[in-house]
């Protein structure tokens, strides 16, 4: 099975930098995923860490230790247009079915 | 990127009634995912909707509260049986493309609630 575990809510300024961490437990690990869903939304895709490492995509990031069983997503230069829920999510095999956390409910405020 | 279309996008629903969600995608895809994500929660795989084969179940979902078809590789449905206020829920069909990506599409969710 597989388990993974988000803060539930994160509150930030405009202009700040939030980071966001998963922590994972599963029995077989492909990689950790990052969704974006705002309210009344569909989730959508933001990224995807198959190694460890950080991947950058403009102001987002996401970075991944397998070894500590560990990611997050780092948003830099907040909007309040980021205000929304964020997920991550693993595949729970080799195939495209994920397993989603619980969600980080991102609040930007002025 | 694949555009999924779902139908209804909500719906008012009696207790004791079904409804079943229509899910089309623009381009043929190997596997179909129903997720539910019930209010302010996370998102729970419901089954893997396979073409031409029965859907696989994750734990706690079973076939006769939930029936599911898959006719041909861009369309299928979800039935939701006999529902009560429990099944108030949004459901969300969504569609990966290739392996090992992390990446799945999503349609906008069909939010139904239940009287």
């Known amino acids: 099975g597989q388990s993974l575990e988000q803060p539930s809510e994160v509150t930030a300024v405009e202009g700040a930098i939030v980071q966001i961490n998963c922590t994972y437990q599963t029995s077989g690990f492909y990689g950790l995923s990052w969704y974006q869903q705002h309210d009344g939304g569909a989730p959508t895709f933001l990224s995807y860490?198959?190694?460890?490492g950080l991947e950058e995509t403009g102001r987002f990031s996401s970075f991944l230790s397998r070894s500590d069983s560990y990611g997050y997503l780092l948003l830099q230069e907040l909007q309040m247009k980021d205000s929304a829920s964020y997920f991550c999510a693993a595949p729970a095999g080799a195939g495209n079915m994920l397993t989603f956390g619980g969600g980080t409910r991102l609040m930007v405020k002025p | 990127s694949a555009v999924i279309s779902q139908k209804p996008s909500r719906d008012i629903c009696q207790r004791g009634t079904s409804l079943t969600i229509q899910c089309q995608v623009d381009?043929?895809?190997?596997?179909m995912f129903w997720y539910r994500q019930q209010p302010g929660q996370s998102l729970t795989l419901i089954a893997t909707a396979n073409q031409g084969s029965e859907a696989t179940y994750e734990s706690g979902f079973v076939i006769d509260k939930f029936p599911i078809s898959r006719p041909n590789l861009t369309f299928s449905t979800l039935t939701v049986s006999n529902m009560s206020p429990e099944d108030s829920s949004i459901y969300l069909c969504?569609?990966?493309?290739?392996?090992?990506?992390?990446?799945?599409?999503f349609g906008e969710g069909s939010r139904l609630t239940v009287l």
């Open positions: 860490n198959a190694l460890d």
């Open positions: 969504s569609v990966g493309e290739g392996t090992g990506t992390g990446e799945l599409f």
């Open positions: 381009s043929q895809v190997t596997m």
